[in-house]
């Protein structure tokens, strides 16, 4: 399953990242290189294996429906690159 | 210069008056200045360590003090503590402040531990050698031209190279163990869920723990007792009792069945690792434990696993690094999707935007079947051969890292060679159970070589006797 330069392209879009053309012929090479190590996996049959998504079993936790206390909105607020007194700042979205 | 080997001697001697917190405190600071070099620390608490401890020494003399009074702790900076720097060594959160402690940390202040400091790791804990930080490498204090090994790096050396009594890392695949290998220390990785994860800074949510490295496994034993528990902030936080681990050190000889599997002691492994450890497991049997040959088949695929289901993980958990709400934001955008993509581009290092780039490819709709859901699969069957092996043995015992302590530089340029130096320890945060390291010997060129203990989950209790055991009877006695 050889990666293309074009397919990395597509990634680093979906991640929201940027890279130079060097970077980008470094990532194909390298992402090559390990997949080829993953491909490894195939060796094995696991047709008849249930996936398994986390050590300790991983079954939703719930809670009563009742309202707790929140971060109070000066702390979530406080490490805002931009902000006014209530809300963060964006670039116009519309 | 410490008048004290373990941390609960100290406690005695601050009580007895035999020691001056405040003095010990200073002590600790100036060995941190003193060896500013070897780039352990990203913040230090000066003043409010030396505040504290008046504070706690005052609490000893009216005898009304916590279990870890005036211990001196530096933590990995991915642990959130209240008003102070959280950057998880990255550009990304460098002028970050915490608005919240992390549980593990605020167990321990609440037993009025004294909080020194911040050390240095990989960005987001993504390396097995602390080269990956936006603060710079951490240098290892055996031999300042090799690496700590990571991610803890800075933690493991702030306990090895004595600025701090114990220290907090984080373990997702190795980062506890192998720092702890490198630097001659003992460095514990609980079972998952073990230690509440709140407050940790996220990198792979089902395999992450948090830990203590030590001098000695009293006081493992004693931090991993105050900082387990259930924790209502993390669903994923276990209620399953939490030992008295400090108290129950003690065992007969021979009394745990010890298990050896031979696909841990293959090619790769340096000769000299392995003749240490086999004197180790000679001198166990002398003393009448039964060692038993096991076979966990499924090793050979763990690294591959390990590293899709770690990456597809980072990829998601790190999605919230936008530049909107906390965090570094690009100075030059001209759209919204433009200031998510700069401030990601320009904030986040090499490591970590490449296991981004891997985890959502592995994500991605086409691959997600043959890459993350294999994966998942083979976790499955790396779980079953744990299960299978712990209904013969107590314990399994292999080597911590193939080699010791490796040179800067020396794989920064290939990616899946780094990958492949966390091949002993990836398997126990796949199966999510404990695992411990300890210092056994020194190779010819005098660094340091480390021994692993696993046990099945929750079973902290055996891995810390039989670490105790080898550290009384084979290590201190050799």
Redesign the interface.
Known sequence: ?A?TKK??EY??E??????SEDEFEM?TR??N???E??D?????D?SN????????G?SN?F?EDIVEKS?PRE??L?????RNEEF?K????I | MKNYSTINEKIQKLRAGEISLKSNVEEFLLKISQNQKLNAFNFVFEEEALKNAEIVQEKIKNGNFGKAAGVVVAIKDVLSLKDHPLTCSSNILK???A??TATAVQKLIDEDAIIIGKTNCDEFAMGSSNENSAFGNVLNPVDNQRVPGGSSGGSAVAVAAELCDVSLGTDTGGSIRQPAAFCGIYGLKP???RVSRFGLTAFAS??DSIGPFTNNVEDAASILEIISGYD?ND??S?KTAVPAYSEVLKLKPGSLKIGIAEEYFGQGLSPEIKEQIFLIIEKLKLAGFEIKEIHLP?S??T???Y??LTTAEA?SNLARY????????SKT?????E????S??EG?GKEV??R???G??VL?SGYYD??Y?????????I?NDFDEVFKTVDLILTPTSPTTAFKLGEKSDN??EM?LSDIYTTSA?????PGINIPIAKDSAGLPIGMQLMAN?FEEEKLLQLSYFIQNELIRKS
């Open positions: 399953m990666v397919d990395v990634i680093a979906l991640a929201r990242l940027k890279f990532f390298q992402f290189q390990i997949l190590y993953m490894k996996l195939n060796e094995l696991t294996v249930e996936p398994l998504s986390h050590p300790t991983g936790v809670r971060v702390a979530a406080k490490n805002a690159p931009k963060f964006v670039h116009k979205v | 002028n970050f402040e608005i919240y079972t998952y869920g089902s395999f209502k669903s994923t276990s499924h050979e695929y690294i591959a696993a590293y899709i990829s936008d530049g909107a709400r906390y965090g570094y934001r955008f001209s759209s919204l999707s200031m998510y993509t700069n990601r581009t986040f935007k490449r981004i780039m891997l959502t490819y991605s043959a890459y859901r294999k994966a998942q699969k083979v976790r499955r069957l779980k990616p899946l990958y945060n796949l199966a999510g159970i989950l």
